[in-house]
């Protein structure tokens, strides 16, 4: 490496906020934070990126009108520069994911079609868009359109010859398997039903876009084996970390520039045996 690539390198570290021999977590931006990894270095990784739809609607929550804003860190910059946003973070998953590595990517209509957009341009090969459905999702108020009741998590991978996993049995025979008492070896299908997070989930600190823990643990299970190394570069609540440790036997490393969010993983994580 050319001295000043190393220089570079060497005045780019960014230590980690918190770190046990199987979970790292950093707080800061994913955009900073990756560049210190090295190529082809995680084996999964679980992007949950700002919707860009905080731009002051209105939504329901427990029956009440309240505020679409989840805060600062989603509020869109218009589209170019939301585009933009999301072609730095994505070129450099691509970038640090291994050959046989698959991302997943989650969204809103606010933010998934860009995100699609991209992995085609970066010539990831796309596994499939699962439909998340919410049997509980909060009613349209407006009563303009349907009610939004479902995300879109794009799965993909980064090179179209590598072999990649994908645990195909636990998903069709596993505890995780759909309707495994009405329907025994069925297929797992693109269309997933889980409700939203369930309050004692959330006992350790409110996300307000936390993801259901049933969600990331089927995803962590089906795309990921003992000694894998997942990173989240949009941790959150920690959601995806909590996963990987309850499932044991994966390394996590979880990203965000909002401390609140880091310190609320932190419990999570380290009440998972008493509380998760
Ligand atoms: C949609 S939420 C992720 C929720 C998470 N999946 C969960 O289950 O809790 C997006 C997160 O990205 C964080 N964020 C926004 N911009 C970021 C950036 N440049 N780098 C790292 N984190 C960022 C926000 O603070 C927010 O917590």
Redesign the pocket.
Known sequence: MEPSALLTKALHVIKPFYKTSETTLYNG???EVMKMFPDDYVDMIFA????NLSNNGITCHAGKMVSVNK?N?DKSQGFAKDLEFHKKWIFECRRILKPSGTIWISGTNHSIYQCGFLLQEMNFHVLNDISWFKPNAAPNLACTTFAHSHETLLWAKKDKKAKHIFNYDRMKNGDFAEDKIKAPNKQMRSVWSIPTPAPDEKIFGK?P???PLALLTRIVLASTNDGSLILD???????TGVAAKIIGNRKYIG????KS?IATTIKRLENILTHE
């Open positions: 931006s994913c955009l949950d990126p700002p919707y805060g860190w996300h876009t936390q993801k570069p949009f941790n959150g609540g920690g959601t990203i965000d520039t909002e969010y």
